[in-house]
């Protein structure tokens, strides 16, 4: 079904209400994942332990050891990133401003260029900065080293509600102009990141095909085909505690797909998605065709 529904949804994404106003049948992700070998990460060891179960796994921390966890490089969930006051307000700041409907189940507020990810065409188009009421969100990056020096040039709220049953089907993010870190901050909910190995079945498939012109720049080297048999039949299960910062990066953003199942929203989620441009629009070839939507990414404006 092609076309787009009243509740913003097209092609194969679908939310509640469409599944039952066009009688939909969409077969349970969760259910498929489940029939794989489940591996949790841990944010207190930061390995990957047995078990669906995120919540389950964290309260085991005191039973694992280092021998039987699984690593995952490209990995960083950061507790506590946003104080609870800090959180509210953000999330009222948010609320403040318009939301458009989204596809899944989804409600968004994008601020960054217009990009064309089939064609490999960027624009500024109305993009004219941020809202000053998230400044100091993307100011804080500078005290996480693994953001020193991530320019936003896109940042997108989004909200999942599960009366309408949000979510995200797997997909890896862009690779022609999204960069390498890929940054999620919680303003509300906790939820989980589904992660599962990319097989590549179509070519050009989520402009991959573009990272071996800067795969020698990641900061996070790609695992060797012999490296990714470990994952091989196993589904990892990543928590996003609310107020927390989630941040993927090589072999965890490049060769995994990654997720959110209806089924892990079980209440208002809101989160902001933070991206930078890959090193072709930095410093490469590119680099002209950025600096229009670099400049107007240093500005704020008043809500």
């Not at 199942?261 to 410093?283: H, K, S």
Request: one cysteine or more; charged letters at 25%.
């Amino acid at each position: 079904m092609n076309t787009i529904r009243p509740c913003g949804c097209k092609g194969v994404r679908t939310c509640l209400s469409c599944e039952q106003d066009f009688q939909i049948a969409k077969p349970s992700l969760r259910e498929q994942f489940q029939q794989l070998e489940s591996w949790s990460y841990c944010v207190h060891c930061e390995l990957l332990q047995p078990g669906w179960d995120t919540t389950k796994v964290q309260d085991a921390h005191g039973e694992h050891t280092k021998d039987e966890g699984l690593p995952l490089p490209g990995i960083l969930v950061q507790e506590e990133f946003l104080s609870a006051e800090e959180g509210s307000q953000l999330l009222a700041d948010l609320d403040a401003l318009p939301w458009d409907i989204s596809q899944s189940g989804r409600r968004k507020q994008n601020f960054g260029p217009k990009t064309n990810f089939k064609k490999r065409k960027l624009q500024v188009g109305s993009f004219s900065g941020f809202p000053r009421t998230t400044e100091y969100v993307q100011r804080r990056f500078e005290e996480v080293p693994l953001l020193r020096g991530f320019q936003t040039i896109e940042q997108c709220s989004l909200e999942y509600e599960p009366s309408k049953g949000a979510s995200i089907d797997p997909h890896v993010d862009d690779c022609w102009i999204w960069g390498e870190r890929v940054v999620t901050v919680n303003c509300l909910g906790d939820a989980v990141l589904t992660l599962t190995p990319y097989e590549v079945q179509q070519a050009g498939k989520y402009n991959l095909d573009l990272v071996a012109h800067y795969e020698q720049e990641l900061r996070e080297p790609l695992l060797t085909d012999e490296q990714m048999t470990k994952y091989e039949g196993k589904v990892l299960r990543i928590p996003m505690p609310n107020l927390s910062l989630i941040v993927l990066l090589g072999p965890a953003r490049y060769q995994f797909e990654h997720s959110v199942l209806r089924e892990d929203v079980q209440e208002r989620r809101v989160c902001i998605a933070y991206r930078e441009f890959t090193p072709m629009y930095i410093n490469g070839e590119d680099r002209h065709k950025g600096d229009s939507v670099r400049e107007k990414s240093q500005l704020f404006w008043e809500t």
